[in-house]
């Protein structure tokens, strides 16, 4: 139902989108500068009483910040003794209602979520502001599907169904989200706020916040105590890279975990992927050199290779004594090795031309026609001769 409620002469008020412990949030119109807006009403009688400076905190660290994934802070004033925040409108729904409508998202889906709302929490811890309570309900969705966080430096108490209580007192934040040093009561910093991003990015890849337990001093022990169940082990199908990186999202200790713009910048990269990185160069294995052979005592007989044959060396790949694995031709040999070597084969080619050529002159002294037995006839025992034919006798 419509409200003709005008707020600060300029802000009408339309119709409430959302309560919480503090206040309420109006859809409403910027009469003065023609456009729609969000107003957050601080409750008129709200018994908390550090509320209205905590409401004033909002306004004045929100204002600080000016980026495309925060929700941008326009005004902030009193009127009739309440509190109000202007703020631009986003155009969706926030995390908290497409869980429940959808369940669990892809991979894709809230790799991109993951990289614009942790470049939201870069730009506000580089104004040393953390945030404290990163949940689902506080991170919107606008009509393109860009996210921005909202509620900045808003606590929630135990009067908040989602709040956790400790011995020490209060905690600011949401015991399903909580950092472990914040459950020890130490400061909130950066690093509880990627913590926090951490079980909200686990929820929306698996449907379930990374610890549940019947109250919320026992989801503080589980915080402190136990590690997160890996998504893959409960069905989720999602790359090994974007796994590591998440769990290392929800490391126990505040140093162990990136950055909030180391984060976006990975998950903007598209790291999460696992795609393979060039791999270095390999180094280059040193040459294996044979070993130096002993001129006057060789272990073993070296066949004589035939002029222009090549020489193949086997040599062993370790000390161990075991046979060779490869074998490599040797390279040719070179100075006073040379010589000799080309010498001992100038000696060997003369030798073997004069023992050809001693067989040849022998040869043709015994089968001269001089020293033929072919045409000389048999002595005859009688002392005679004869052409004719031998006849018997009778």
Not at 166 to 193: C, F, H, K, M, W
Not at 299 to 316: E, H, K, N, Q, W
Request: proline content about 11%; overall charge neutral; some cysteine.
């Amino acid at each position: 139902m419509k409200q003709q409620v005008l707020i600060a002469g300029r802000y009408r008020l339309n119709n409430t989108i959302g309560r919480g412990a503090m206040g309420e949030v109006w859809q409403a119109y910027d009469e003065l500068a023609g456009r729609p807006v969000a107003v957050k009403l601080l409750h008129a009688q709200n018994s908390e009483p550090t509320a209205a400076a905590r409401f004033r905190l909002e306004a004045q660290t929100a204002g600080l910040l000016s980026h495309p994934h925060v929700v941008g802070v326009l005004d902030f004033g009193e009127q009739e003794g309440r509190l109000f925040l202007v703020m631009e409108l986003v155009d969706g729904d926030s995390l908290a209602r497409v869980l429940a409508q959808g369940g669990p998202l892809p991979a894709e889906d809230v790799a991109r979520i993951a990289a614009q709302s942790a470049a939201g929490l870069g730009a506000a811890h580089e104004q040393g502001i953390v945030h404290r309570d990163i949940k689902p309900g506080n991170l919107l969705l606008d009509a393109d599907g860009s996210l921005k966080i909202g509620d900045f430096g808003i606590a929630h108490f135990m009067n908040d169904p989602s709040g956790a209580l400790t011995a020490t007192g209060q905690i600011v934040g949401t015991s399903l989200y909580i950092a472990p040093e914040r459950a020890l009561g130490q400061p909130a910093g950066p690093p509880s706020d990627v913590y926090s991003l951490g079980c909200v990015l686990y929820q929306l890849l698996t449907g379930q916040p990374p610890f549940r337990a019947g109250s919320p001093i026992a989801v503080l022990h589980h915080h402190l105590d136990t590690a997160p169940v890996p998504p893959r082990e409960l069905g989720v199908a999602l790359p090994p890279a974007f796994e590591n990186y998440l769990l290392g999202l929800l490391a126990k200790s505040p140093e162990d975990r990136p950055t909030a713009h180391q984060a976006a910048e990975w998950f903007g990269a598209g790291n999460w992927r696992g795609r393979p990185e060039p791999l270095p160069a390999a180094a280059p294995h040193p040459r294996p050199q044979p070993r130096a052979a002993s001129w006057d005592a060789p272990s073993a007989p070296t066949p004589t290779p035939a002029p222009g044959a090549a020489t193949v060396y086997a040599f062993p790949t370790s000390t161990s004594g075991t046979a060779p694995s490869q074998r490599t031709r040797r390279r040719p040999p070179t100075g006073v090795r040379a010589v000799v070597r080309k010498r001992s084969r100038a000696v060997g080619t003369v030798a073997a031309v004069l023992v050809f050529l001693a067989a040849l002159l022998i040869g043709m002294a015994l089968f001269s026609p001089a020293h033929s037995s072919a045409d000389t006839p048999a002595a005859d025992p009688s002392g005679t001769t004869s052409n004719s034919p031998s006849v018997p006798q009778p």
